[in-house]
């Protein structure tokens, strides 16, 4: 049987005294495109963060690509996010300071890459998204959707079994958000990453293979799109 790009099992997490998330469970095959929506704020950010260990579930498991993340020495769990992992923010979340080439080659530099091989390999996915024009420049002189290519390279980096993208197209135009959705579609299948998009648009969710619907904190329902 081939392995699971995601499993959440009855994963559950309260921020205080708001529950965000009442014991999901949602399985990800490898290459499979989610739509996670549901009304403001349903628990669609915390699943994500949950599922991409940026959170840690309070309750239930997650297994990323087999492994399960409370059951992972820190380092090990850092390690895995990181190769096995991208994530796409509404907002690019590119380091201010850095060139789009130093932002993208980030991920491999720390994960030991040598720097020139991690530079090629970061313009290599520069010129896939369409910026490598704008590689030198900083995220400060580039707008949103020149950002948000860069933050899909800068995901895809890695060559990730999955993708976590959090409302990618949000802070964007319409026409700017089309394209980044199709290069987020486009590069994830070239890598063969599962892709787990969170949107409040149904635009985007109909790019999807499958939507899961939540409401309060559990999944409402899920429809195969496919
Ligand atoms: N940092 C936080 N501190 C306290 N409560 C939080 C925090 N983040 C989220 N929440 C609460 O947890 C619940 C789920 O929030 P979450 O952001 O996961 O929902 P969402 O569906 O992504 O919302 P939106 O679509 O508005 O982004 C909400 O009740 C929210 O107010």
């Not at 890598?191 to 619907?213: C, F, K, P, Q």
Request: include cysteine.
């Amino acid at each position: 049987m081939t392995e699971l790009a995601l499993e959440l099992i009855r994963v559950e997490y309260a921020y205080r005294r708001d529950v965000a998330l009442r014991g999901v469970s949602l399985q990800v095959r490898p290459g499979e495109v989610v739509a996670v929506t549901g009304p403001s704020g349903c628990g669609k950010s915390t699943l994500l963060h949950c599922a991409a260990g940026i959170l840690r579930a309070q309750a239930g498991t997650v297994h990323l690509v087999g492994q399960n993340l409370a059951e992972l020495p820190e380092a090990d769990r850092t390690r895995l996010r990181r190769t096995q992992a991208g994530v796409v923010l509404q907002f690019g979340q590119l380091v201010p300071d850095l060139s789009l080439t130093d932002n993208v080659a980030l991920p491999l530099l720390l994960e030991g890459h040598e720097r020139e091989a991690a530079r090629r390999a970061a313009l290599g996915w520069l010129e896939r998204v369409g910026v490598a024009d704008d590689a030198a420049a900083t995220p400060s002189e580039l707008s949103g959707g020149q950002n948000q290519r860069a933050a899909v390279a800068r995901a895809l980096v890695t060559g990730p079994a999955i993708v976590f993208a959090d409302e990618p197209t949000g802070s964007l135009d319409t026409h700017a958000g089309e394209q980044i959705m199709e290069l987020l579609l486009s590069s994830a299948r070239v890598g063969g990453s599962a892709l787990v998009i969170v949107t409040h648009d149904n635009l985007v969710a109909a790019y999807a293979d499958r939507e899961v619907r939540l409401r309060d904190g559990v999944i409402q329902h899920e429809v195969s799109l496919s």
